[in-house]
């Protein structure tokens, strides 16, 4: 059964970081990819950023690309996203997910978290 645990939400003023992780188990060599996604209220969710867990290679949306890093720790089985600089329009309910089957930034994913929060006021 494969489980994604998310951690590391919470409350910043703008300017600041987070970091979260994606603590995954279950998970299969054929699940080579995993990614961050975000769903602001009243908003469809969106690609933050994607990691192929095999090669390393990594991917962002333009929104973040040069605040966000996304990075993983095999032996942990853990994927984190380091967000720097953030903005009040990074306010959103942050997902993980696994096993992509389309575009790394699609929501074409097998496996998703449950969330965890993420607040930046100005």
Known sequence: QVRLVESGGGSVQA??????SCAASGLTSSSNRMAWFRQAPGK??????????SGGGTYYAGSVRGRF???????????????????????????????SIGLPLS????????????????
């Open 15 to 20: 300017g600041g970081s987070l970091r979260l």
């Open 44 to 53: 469809g969710r969106e690609g933050v950023a994607a990691i192929n867990t």
């Open 69 to 99: 890093t996304i990075s993983q720790d095999n032996a942990k089985n853990t994927v984190y996203l380091q967000m720097n600089s953030l903005k009040p329009e990074d306010t959103a309910m942050y997902y993980c997910a696994a096993g």
């Open 107 to 122: 929501e074409n994913y097998n496996y998703w978290g449950q969330g965890t929060q993420v607040i930046v006021s100005s």
